[in-house]
């Protein structure tokens, strides 16, 4: 499967629970940024530049806690900046995993071979490694030798018996043979999947490598081929909307964002104010605006954390959708 079962088990649960409390807005995935420091400083981060202000402040293992307590949600991606820079990183994952929500540890790798050392395995644990590329591609993104370290990381964290994926942006120079290659690669390393993300612009991260709409739905005509030979996590009709051939309305509230600020409003891509509280965050953020993309900011935007939660929330409705779905989940 490409989703383990115990995940699928946790949001089908979560999902009929919220239908049936007849709730028309809930959030999926939790986006925990416990830090913004980073060791990197890659072309086209937009948090560095962001949160310049804030960069050395960090969550609390305590205040960690309380974002989850706040937003039940089953999922929680820890992020940054780099997470594994926080000093108490062990105790944030531990105590997240005792409440048995799924993590996504999303990091560069650079820390992971003497993280992994304080961590263990577990079912709900995973670890999500960025790689943009091949070792030259990856090199001139994120530094010198970051793509050797970074897959020694990765190779280190299976053998420990670790749950492992990749993240890889799509950029306007990105080849389909470097992509198909990666993809080889990694598979060959042993990872539990490979998420793809196509990169544009938005607010803090402008710059000449970032892809338009257009751009996008060419890039990812080919990502939707290759995900039937390849452990591709994002879902199909996602992949589908990328190249052009679904119409999807963004879910602005499915991935909230909690960082040192508080709660951010709008989304995890673009920031109008942030909220003290998840209740308020969600009773004063105008959802429609957003939703339906009005702001100019939103006018790119194909992310998958607006639309693949659209994709969970709707992919019921047609017979077409639950056959190619569950053919995805099998295959």
């Known amino acids: 499967m490409r989703v383990s079962l115990s995940l699928s088990s946790s949001l089908a649960r979560y999902l009929i629970k919220n239908k049936f409390l007849s709730r028309k807005k809930f959030p999926l995935v939790l986006m925990l940024e416990v830090t913004h420091l980073c060791n990197l400083a890659c072309e086209g981060c937009g948090r560095i530049r962001e949160y310049k202000e804030t960069m050395r402040e960090m969550l609390s293992v305590g205040e960690c806690v309380e974002a989850v307590n706040e937003c039940p949600v089953p999922v929680v991606s820890i992020t940054g900046g780099e997470p594994l820079m926080h000093p108490e990183i062990d105790k944030i994952i531990s105590n997240i995993l005792n409440k048995k929500r799924h993590i996504y540890l999303c990091t560069n790798g650079i820390l992971l071979e003497d993280a992994i050392k304080k961590l263990k395995p577990n079912k709900y644990f995973n ?15 994120a530094g010198k030798g970051v793509f050797k370290r970074a897959t020694s990381a990765i190779r280190e964290a299976k053998q420990a018996g670790f749950k492992v994926c990749t993240n890889t942006t799509i950029y306007k120079n990105t080849s389909k043979d470097e992509i198909k290659e990666l993809f080889s690669f990694l598979q ?104 339906e993309g009005d ?33 995805w989940s099998f295959r």
């Not at 100019?296 to 077409?320: A, I, Q």
Request: with cysteine; net charge positive; proline share 5%.
């Open 188 to 291: 060959g390393l042993g990872v539990d999947g490979m998420l793809v993300s196509p990169g544009f612009s938005f607010e803090h991260n402008e710059n000449e490598i970032f892809l338009c709409r257009k751009e996008v739905q060419e890039k990812f005509g080919f990502i939707y081929r290759i995900s039937k030979k390849y452990k591709v996590l994002n879902s199909p009709l996602y992949l589908k909307f990328l190249k052009g051939e679904r119409s999807l309305k963004c879910t602005p509230w499915g991935n909230p964002t909690r960082n040192y600020l508080g709660w951010k409003s709008p989304c995890y891509l673009i920031t109008d104010t942030h909220y003290k509280t998840f209740n308020e965050y969600m009773k004063h953020t105008d959802w429609k605006k957003y939703q």
């Open 295 to 327: 702001d100019p900011r939103c006018k790119n935007c194909m992310m998958h954390c607006g639309f693949e939660p659209t994709v969970v929330l709707e992919s019921g409705k047609r017979l077409s959708d639950i056959i190619e779905m569950t053919k």
């Open 127 to 141: 670890i999500n490694v960025h790689i943009d590329g091949l070792a030259d591609t990856h090199d001139a993104i």
